[in-house]
């Protein structure tokens, strides 16, 4: 039932109007500040871990890269699970003004 107007694996089942639709993006823009904060904080954490790896037992580049590309699907994850909690949240308030 919660997944009937948006879903990322199933075409959408029901219309939004423009309105609906502009207040979902105003509640998401700060979400997407979030998002872009938690990538970049995450991958500088990963570098500098793996920077200070690299200079510990001299192995320059490789615990570097491989904590940024451990870091990646991470984030991925992270960012994906927060959005779509997020725009089923507004989805459900949207239905709720609707009902009122």
């Known amino acids: 039932m919660k997944n009937d107007i948006i879903s990322p694996m199933r ?3 029901g219309r939004l109007s423009k309105e609906d639709q502009e207040k979902i993006n105003r509640r998401l823009g700060s979400v997407y500040r979030k998002i872009g904060g938690r990538t970049f904080i995450v ?9 200070w790896i690299d200079r510990l037992y001299h192995t320059q580049p490789l615990f570097s890269i491989a904590l940024v590309l451990i870091s990646a699907p991470l984030v991925i994850w992270l960012n994906t ?4 909690r997020e725009i089923e949240k507004a989805v459900e308030e949207i239905k709720a003004d609707r009902k009122n």
């Open 81 to 84: 699970s927060t959005l779509r």
């Open 11 to 13: 075409k959408p089942t």
């Open 43 to 51: 991958g500088l954490i990963a570098l500098l871990i793996g920077l």
